[in-house]
């Protein structure tokens, strides 16, 4: 009984060393400024915004390759478009769920909210232009007895 007490101790005071040498490695410059977390529909957005140059990143990937249309390009991009004193940040997300204009909404809502942690002045100006607005609307489930959230089987008189 006494041996298994000394490796716990052992394997408690090497997993404690690992974080310190984490926060030597961490530079401020890559350091993120803020996080936020964006959902819509099935789509979850994770937020990070950093110093930088402006580049926006989705999943490894510049935002103009992930989203392929224009309308997904515009949503995810709004917050910036409205505060333009943020261009000089760089944002790197990670998106999962749902469809691809699903994850633009969700993007759109990461940023806002990560914005308004770094800088709460701007709170105002995004809630006017309902971007800090959550949308709840989900796809309704499927019910028994019926061919689908609210579509019955066709009634058969004889």
């Known amino acids: 009984m006494v041996a298994p007490a000394k490796t716990k101790k052992v394997a408690s005071s090497s997993t404690k060393a690992a974080p310190k040498s984490l926060k030597t490695l961490k530079s401020a410059k890559t350091a993120p400024i803020a996080h936020g977390v964006g959902r819509r529909k099935a789509a979850i957005a994770r937020v990070w915004l950093k110093n930088g140059s402006g580049n926006i990143v989705v ?3 510049n ?3 992930y989203f392929d249309t224009d309308v997904a390009r515009m949503e995810a991009s709004a917050p910036f ?3 333009p004193a943020s261009k000089d940040l760089d944002v790197d997300i990670n998106v999962y769920g749902g469809g691809k204009i ?3 909404g969700a993007v759109k809502l990461g940023i806002a909210r990560a914005m308004v942690e770094a800088d709460g002045t701007i ?3 995004l809630r006017a232009e309902k971007m ?3 949308d709840a609307r989900v796809k309704e489930r499927k019910k028994y007895g019926q061919k689908a959230a609210r ?3 066709q009634f058969v008189k004889r």
Do not use: W
Request: net charge positive; proline share 0%.
């Open 123 to 125: 709170r105002s100006t």
């Open 63 to 65: 935002y103009t390759e």
């Open 151 to 153: 579509r019955k089987f």
């Open 132 to 134: 800090l607005t959550v």
């Open 59 to 61: 999943n490894g990937k």
């Open 81 to 83: 478009v409205l505060i």
């Open 102 to 104: 699903a994850q633009a």
